[in-house]
């Protein structure tokens, strides 16, 4: 099954809905991996937050931050 990033929400939460109790767990391991974030991301996310504070780097985006930090 091919997926588009363009689905809408909606769609997606009704393709979810109509997979079988495997697929969905499949599915939320995925979400919950996602979403995890490990000591040594977080050690460095407030490393990163108190060298912003300090002036010790410039504003950066999150999706930089966050590439940066899950490498």
């Given amino acids: 099954m091919d997926i588009s990033k363009e689905l809408p929400f909606q769609q997606l939460l009704g393709i979810i809905k109509n997979l079988n109790s495997k697929e969905k767990e499949e599915v939320a391991k995925i979400l ?40």
């Fill in 32 to 71: 919950i991996e996602e979403t995890e974030v490990t000591d040594e991301m977080w050690d460095e996310a407030l490393k990163r937050k108190k060298d912003f504070e300090n002036g010790k780097i410039p504003t950066e985006s999150w999706q930089n931050l966050k590439k940066r930090i899950l490498g």
